[in-house]
């Protein structure tokens, strides 16, 4: 079955360069979540979407932002990246905004700011 | 602050014993308990979930009990096995929310052959 796919898997940044990280759901399912999970620590809600528009926003930081297109794949853009940042940012997708059951979570991409 | 807490912060089983973490919230909005299962390197994966008006849900080996009036909940895992060894985080959806999850600190389960 298909899964939430997330590119790239592994990325290292520079203090203050910019990453994009980017988020295909599962097909139907038209809600997107973005979390942020430091080391050892549980993951935390940045920002969530449901038919392209902007759902629900988290702890998210002003450098970031994101969005949902047309085909329901998002982007969360970071700039000014700080040794902080360093963290798995996981991707679920869900279909009618419902969450619960239907919350699949993408593999991660794990940033490394250096 | 922690919305949803989670006791113990790591637990360590022999094979075939039963492993129980605990979880505890303030907020009465929450209305949908998931467990999830996270290895290294992965996704959370969920395992098993409960909703307020059920005392207990049982699937296989796992077992949520809820305890509405205390505000708690644990999870159970029967005849525990080597192959379940990771973090569990308990978690919770707000009612009216975008159904984002709010997640506990995370036990770390080891389960010794």
């Keep these: ?114 | 602050q922690q919305q949803v807490k989670q006791s113990p912060q790591s637990l360590i089983v022999q094979k075939g014993g039963i492993s129980i973490i605990n979880c505890a919230y303030e907020n009465t909005a929450f209305d949908y308990f998931p467990w999830y299962q996270q290895f290294p390197g992965k996704g959370p994966a969920l395992l098993i979930a409960i909703r307020p008006d059920v005392s207990e849900k049982k699937e296989g080996r796992f077992t949520i009990s809820f305890n509405k009036s205390a505000k708690q909940f644990s999870l159970h895992i029967m005849d525990s096995q080597p192959g379940d060894s990771a973090t569990y985080f308990c978690a919770a959806i707000h009612r009216g929310s975008a159904r984002q999850l709010t997640f506990g600190s995370g036990t770390q389960l080891t389960v010794l052959p």
């Design chain 1, 1 to 114: 079955a298909a899964g939430v796919i997330q590119s790239p898997r592994h990325l290292i940044k520079e203090k203050r360069e910019t990453a994009t990280l980017k988020c295909y759901p599962i097909p139907r399912h038209d809600t997107v979540y973005w979390y942020q999970q430091g080391p050892g620590q549980d993951p935390q809600f940045l920002i969530s979407f449901y038919e392209k528009m902007q759902s629900d926003k988290g702890s998210i930081p002003d450098r970031f932002s994101a969005q949902q297109f047309s085909d329901y794949h998002s982007e969360l853009n970071m700039s000014s990246l700080e040794l902080g940042d360093s963290a798995l940012y996981f991707c679920a997708s869900s279909a009618d905004g419902q969450g619960g059951d239907g919350y699949t979570f993408g593999s991660g991409t794990r940033l490394t700011v250096v």
